[in-house]
């Protein structure tokens, strides 16, 4: 089909400024018709070259950051009887601590993140807000403090921190994270405390000691590795790097929404069978490290991935559902990287350790390699082979 003389003459008044906005592109206005023409269908090529930004730091003065993504099970979806004490998580933390990360990183919304979907009702789902986000009220009592103010709060007690902050110091950053929605960082401070001074005080009631000792059981990888992670290795806080405003996304009829995702996944599902099988059976064991080790394996993510998103992509119903779950969940994972970005943007340098859950490894080791001055740690480095 020839393109209609409208359009012709459009891509030629852009190659005219393209190429010379002078006097002499006034003149190359008055070729024959097919001069345009090959000029309209180069240009676009011209536009589709991409820069290369691969070695844009091979001159960074600055140390580069290494990070490490574990791709986690959700602990709180395990079959019910799984052992998940921490004798069974000891080996996985032993080898975590070994790579000794300076930040952590969870996924969890941030407090501010919360408080941005709770001011927007008619944006975000009141449910959403509730299933994703802590409540803060009994902190809220305790302090005085709302989200806002103990954000503010947090970062001004950060800053003035000593190298080995005091019991009440801790017991006051336990309550402050408390009250801006960051119940793990919460933790780590608590963790940090000797069992004589894990009481009420500071800002801390009762209640809110109650909920600490609850969070120390509670089974959570951003309680159980990441909290405990930071606090054996002397860290202040861990950082939040969930999202669930990319995926907010506009489903139309949630019901056949779900369903129809739900047929593209059963269809894929005898594909990671016997994957399944294999990490239910570690599950069962108590063999926690050597999970670890299967899920973060390339293959079994690529297998996942196949089982999941693939499946999704290919769901054919007019409303192009499995689209919709994918854009979400881009949307979503592109958020939770800068959010990980943010947590070294003033550490060069950095050893980073993401923790999140497993589907999200591909995307994250993807997308933070291609940052400036990072480098991506293999897990099967950190984590070992098994039988060693």
């Not at 345009?36 to 091979?58: G, H, N």
């Not at 580069?64 to 395990?78: A, D, E, I, N, Y």
């Not at 099988?277 to 690529?302: C, F, M, V, W």
Request: aromatic share 6%; net charge neutral; glycine share 6%.
């Amino acid at each position: 089909m020839q393109p209609s003389p409208s359009r012709i003459a459009h891509s030629a008044r852009a190659a005219a400024r393209f190429f010379d906005a002078g006097s002499a592109s006034a003149r190359q206005l008055q070729r024959p018709a097919h001069c345009w023409l090959w000029l309209a269908l180069i240009v676009p090529c011209i536009a589709q070259a991409q820069v290369d930004l691969s070695q844009l730091d091979a001159e960074m003065a600055a140390p580069r950051t290494q990070v490490l993504v574990l791709g986690s099970v959700h602990l709180s979806q395990l079959p019910k009887g799984s052992d998940i004490r921490a004798a069974r998580l000891q080996p996985l933390m032993d080898r975590l601590a070994a790579y000794a990360p300076t930040i952590i990183t969870t996924e969890d919304l941030s407090g501010e993140t919360c408080d941005l979907m709770r001011r927007h009702p008619a944006v975000y789902l009141p449910e959403d807000t509730t299933t994703y986000c802590p409540d803060t009220g009994e902190a809220a009592r305790a302090t005085g403090l709302d989200v806002p103010a103990a954000l503010g709060q947090v970062r001004t007690a950060l800053r003035s921190l000593p190298s080995a902050p005091t019991p009440a110091q801790r017991r006051h950053l336990a309550a402050l994270f408390l009250a801006s929605g960051e119940p793990p960082s919460a933790l780590v401070q608590w963790l940090q405390l000797a069992p004589a001074e894990q009481r009420s005080g500071d800002g801390l009631d009762a209640a809110l000691v109650a909920r600490l000792r609850s969070m120390e059981q509670r089974p959570n990888e951003s309680y159980q590795i990441a909290a405990r992670l930071a606090a054996r290795l002397g860290l202040q806080r861990v950082h939040p790097a969930d999202d669930h405003t990319g995926d907010n996304v506009d489903l139309g009829d949630p019901a056949a929404y779900g369903k129809a995702i739900q047929a593209a996944w059963d269809k894929a599902a005898p594909q990671a069978r016997a994957m399944r099988e294999h990490e239910d059976q570690l599950t069962s064991q108590g063999k926690l490290l050597e999970l670890y080790r299967a899920i973060n394996l390339p293959a079994s993510q690529q297998l996942a991935i196949a089982a999941d998103f693939r499946a999704a992509l290919s769901e054919g119903s007019p409303q192009r559902y499995g689209y919709r779950y994918m854009s979400g969940w881009e949307i979503r994972n592109l958020r939770m990287v800068s959010n990980v970005r943010a947590s070294f943007a003033e550490q060069p340098g950095a050893k980073v350790l993401a923790v999140v859950g497993a589907m999200h490894k591909p995307w994250f080791d993807n997308w933070l390699g291609q940052l400036q001055g990072v480098d991506i740690v293999d897990a099967a480095q950190v984590l070992g082979a098994d039988g060693k």
